[in-house]
Every structure is written in C-alpha cells, then in structure tokens.
C-alpha cells in the first residue's frame, strides 16, 4: 500500500472519532500522522523494514504498531472495527467540500440522514435549513459540493497520480525487466489534475513486462491485456496503462503520449510542411514507395525535425509554445535548485509539527540561505493561531535561532488572516516587528466576488502585508476557489508591490498556472511557498516550481530565487 493509500485509514479513523465526538487529542493524534505520511518522500514501507519507524515525528508504539499492521495485512484491525459504528454513508458524506465530521454527525442526529442519496434529496426539499447552524445556504453549498465529489471520482491530484506512477515504475526497474521508461500524459506535463496514469518502456521482454504489470499487488482489475498494452485498475478505481515500443521509437512514443493533443496536431502540421510524417513510431520521410525513419528514438529528434528547439513537457498546451519556440524567445523555466529560501512554514507555535530550530536546520540541510517562520495568527484558532500575549516570545525564540545557525537567515513571519472586512488579524504595532507578513483568507469563503476581492485588495493596501498567501482558497477535489475578480486583483497586487504566493501545497497548488501567466505579464511579483507544517514538507516546494514552470516563469520571475539581501530588497519595495 502506498503513502497515501495508509494516510486515508488514518484520516478516517480520525473522522469516525469525531464523529462519534471523542476525545479531541485522540483525533489529533490521528490528523497529525495523516499529514506525516501524506509528506514522507518515501514509501513508509522502506522505513518500517529499515526499523526506522520510532524515528518518524508522532510515530509512537500505539501507531507503529498499527502502520505494521496495515503494511503486513492490507488492513487495520481497528479500523474495521469502529467503522462499524456508524453508517457507511457518513463517511461518503465526509467528501463533500465544506462538510466536517461535526456537520455529519449533526445532520444524521436531527435527520437520521445516513446517505449521500438522502442528503441530496434533504437539500433539494430544503429540510436541512431547519437544522440550528445550517441555513439556505448550507443546502445550496451541499448540492454543488455533490457535483465536485462527482468530478473528482473522474481526476486526481498530481500528487497522488505521480506517487502511483514512481511506485510501478520502480517496481518493473527492480524487476529487471525495462530498458527505458518514464511516465507521461498529464503526469509529465505537470497538470494539477490527473484522468489515467500512461507509462511507456522500452523491454526486449515486452510480454514479462505485461505479466509483471498485471499481477501487481495494488490491481483491483485487469481491464485489457496485450503482448505490448495493457491497463489496469488500481485502489480507488484509478486507471494505469502501459505499452512497450521499439527502443528505435521510444523518443517519438515519449512526445506523443505526453500531449498534449493541441500541442502534437502542431507539431505534426509543422512536419507535414517538412514533408515529413510525424507519429508515435517515429519522423518519416517518404523514400519513393517507402517510407525511411530520420528520427524517434530520442524526444529531441521530434522537435529538431521540424526546426524547433525542445519545449519542456509543462509549455506544451499550445498556448504559444511553438510561436515562441519558432522566434527564440521560449522562457528559461525555473528550476528548483535555484530556490533559495521557502517563506510559508509553520511551526509548533501554531500547528506545525517542529520547532523552529528544528525548521532552520532541515532548511539549511536543503541548501536555503532563508526561511519565513511563517505561523497562523490569533483568530484562527483551529490551527492554534499566535496569540498576542505569545507573540514576542516566539519572535525572542525566533531571533535566538537565527543567532545560533548563521548559515541561515531565519525571518520572523506570520501567516495573518484577512478578516471579512479586509483588516487584518493582528494590529499594525504587531505587523511592523515582523520581518515577513503573509495574509491570507482561512475564512468567510462565500461572499461575493466584488467584496472578497474588495477584502484582499484591502489587505494589500496594509503598508506591513508582503505577500497574499494561496490567493484563491482553493483545495483540489474538496473545495472550489472562492469568487473572485483575478485580474482586478493582479493589477491591485502590481500597483501596491505586494507578492502574489505560488503555494506549494499539493492540494492547493495555489494560483493555478493560468493565473500565473497572467501575473508574470501584470509585472506582479511573485514567490513560492511549501506551507509546510511538518520538515518533509518542505520538498513539497517542487510541486510550487512545476506550476510556475507552467505560468512561463524564468528564475528572475521568482523573488525567492534571490540571494537574501536583492530578496529581501525588492519584497520590501512598494512602488
């Protein structure tokens, strides 16, 4: 089982808990290890071979002993057994955006409402608006949150298919049965949601190959079987296909199963004007009644056929890429090795997982000249926000850190909410000894676009506020952005100088690449973010650098490629 597969036993346990409204440090408890195994870099099976197990952050004996379990039998004892202490339903209830274990538990106590088919009925018949707490707009929330939880059966986070598709790939390596392979599709282009997973190899043992793919232990089903394709399904009904081409044909195979299908019919409309055919075999040319392959055993042969520098996998959606490739102006897209500082980290001071020594050290391990010590303010109380009363005190420590490790920068930040007025959490005499203020929405999701994008825009005029964390408030597959005006806001965010967050986040991914693209042309400044809460969240900045690969972003784009003091500088202009 993967990671994430694990992570979701856990996650339920935690949500039947407080369902059954249990003791809240119990439900912690569980939340906690979720997150820790949804953040690992590496299958937690590794680590409970090595023995290692005890050295995970929050990874007692109690919870060991159950990720043994679950790992040597597919299963958890425990789990199977609370489950059966409320109705199948709630739990599917649980998926739709907006609707927590107490709101659950609620509606089944006062309604008896035990599934997804009653609550829908519940909402269209407008019965749940008599619920105390409820209201019009709960039910209106409910039955567009269905909708979601319908769409999201169909595509997955980029997190979750990439974790699949590395876990097959290293699986059929170990096997010794590939020459070649990669995945490609959405995966490769870095899409923030992904339909079927594709995987392509090159094997002088193609039906090996077949037989290894199919008997893999996470198939639910074999939906076709061939001597060089096949596809499977896996946990959660996600589909996998594979073939095996000719090592001759492996470059050409690579370009067309990556997409997009845009991208590839220009590619091949370029080639046509050539003379040449363009396919997933190879490039022709046509040789009197023969036909002679030039080209397609490496990707670069495609693009160099038809006169085009290589465009990156995450440019081709036809969205100017081969305009720009044919001028030479394609962009020199950021990498993640030229990121210098991660600006977005939580701490024990709020719900982080770390101490903030504990932080700067992974920092600095990671090769960062800078970190935000970045935790939640005051009214956020669910992720135990900064009080007042502790806000010097986590500065002093904050300071003291930054003292003790020199190779380091470590500011003082914070993660201050946007309140639904616009004014901000905490008062300018507290912003103004911070080094680093990030503001973000964490509530109030349902106003109207005028007036959230009135509410940010005011938060952007604060002289202390640097940067608008995750700018839309959107969680793929749970929760939709909130309405509002993108462009009036960019162009707000360019004339104040405030920095618009890339957050890293997995489930955020947060502006999306279209948003993005749109920044970098409004001038607006921008950077990347993990929001990490626990250490091994901090690699999750690569998932931040692939959707500005996709926005056209180059390393000057990115405040945070910066050494300290030009970063420094430039995030604290306003023009």
């Not at 203020?437 to 005011?458: D, G, P, Y």
């Not at 690569?542 to 996709?550: D, L, N, P, Q, T």
Request: proline fraction near 4%.
């Amino acid at each position: 089982m993967t990671n994430v597969e694990i992570a979701k036993i856990f996650s339920e346990i935690a949500d039947i808990l407080e369902i059954k409204e249990e003791n809240p440090f119990k439900v912690r408890a569980y939340r906690r290890v979720t997150q820790l195994l949804e953040s690992l870099p590496q299958e937690i099976e590794e680590i409970y071979k090595k023995g290692e197990l005890h050295k995970l952050p929050g990874v007692g004996e109690s919870i060991a002993e159950k990720i043994k379990e679950i790992i040597e039998t597919g299963k958890l004892k425990y789990h199977q057994k609370i489950k059966e202490d409320i109705p199948p339903g709630l739990l599917e209830m649980l998926r739709i955006p907006d609707m927590g274990p107490k709101t659950v538990a609620l509606i089944y106590k006062k309604l008896g409402i035990s599934t997804l088919k009653e609550l829908e009925k519940a909402a269209q018949e407008r019965r749940l608006r008599d619920i105390y707490g409820l209201g019009p707009k709960t039910e209106e929330n409910i039955l567009k949150g269905m909708k979601l939880v319908k769409e999201r059966k169909e595509r997955i986070p980029l997190h979750e298919a990439l974790v699949l598709a590395e876990d097959i790939i290293k699986k059929l390596q170990d096997a010794g049965v590939v020459e070649r392979i990669a995945y490609c599709g959405s995966v490769r282009r870095r899409k923030e949601c992904i339909g079927d997973v594709d995987i392509l190899a090159t094997s002088p043992h193609p039906a090996r190959v077949m037989e290894i793919f199919t008997s893999l232990p996470r198939v639910e089903e074999v939906l076709a079987k061939g001597s060089t394709k096949s596809s499977i399904l896996v946990g959660g009904g996600r589909q996998v296909d594979i073939r095996v081409v000719e090592r001759e044909s492996f470059g050409a195979a690579l370009h067309y199963f990556t997409g997009s299908k845009a991208h590839n019919i220009r590619v091949r409309e370029l080639g046509v004007r050539k003379g040449l055919k363009i396919n997933e075999y190879g490039v022709f040319v046509k040789k009197g009644e023969e036909e002679e392959r030039i080209g397609g055993r490496e990707e670069e042969d495609i693009f160099q056929s038809v006169g085009l520098p290589y465009i990156p996998p995450e440019l081709r959606e036809d969205w100017g890429e081969i305009e720009a490739a044919q001028r030479g102006e394609l962009p020199r897209l950021v990498e993640i090795k030229e990121i210098k500082g991660d600006l977005h980290i939580h701490t024990r001071w709020s719900d982080g997982a770390n101490t903030v020594r504990e932080v700067a050290i992974a920092a600095r391990e990671r090769g960062y000249e800078y970190i935000g010590i970045s935790d939640h303010s005051q009214s956020l109380k669910v992720a135990g926000g900064v009080s007042k009363d502790s806000f010097f005190q986590r500065i002093q420590e904050i300071r003291a850190v930054d003292a003790e490790i020199p190779e380091i920068k470590v500011l003082a930040g914070t993660e201050v909410d946007i309140l639904p007025d616009g004014s901000l959490d905490y008062p300018d005499e507290l912003l103004k000894e911070l080094d680093i203020v990030i503001a973000s929405v964490h509530s109030n999701f349902k106003q109207e676009e005028e007036s959230m994008t009135r509410r940010i825009m005011k938060a952007m005029e604060n002289p202390f506020v640097d940067i608008i964390g995750h700018p839309t408030g959107r969680l793929l597959g749970e929760r939709e952005a909130y309405e509002i005006n993108m462009e009036k806001l960019l162009r707000h965010a360019a004339q104040t100088g405030t920095a618009m967050e890339i957050n890293a986040y997995p489930d955020r991914m947060d502006l999306k690449d279209t948003h993005v693209r749109m920044a970098k042309d409004m001038g607006v400044k921008l950077v990347i973010g993990t929001d990490a809460h626990h250490l091994l969240q901090l690699d999750w900045i690569k998932y931040g650098v692939w959707v500005a690969r996709r926005g056209w972003l180059e390393s000057k784009d990115v405040l945070n490629t910066l050494n300290f003091p030009d970063f420094f500088t430039l995030l604290k202009k306003r023009s």
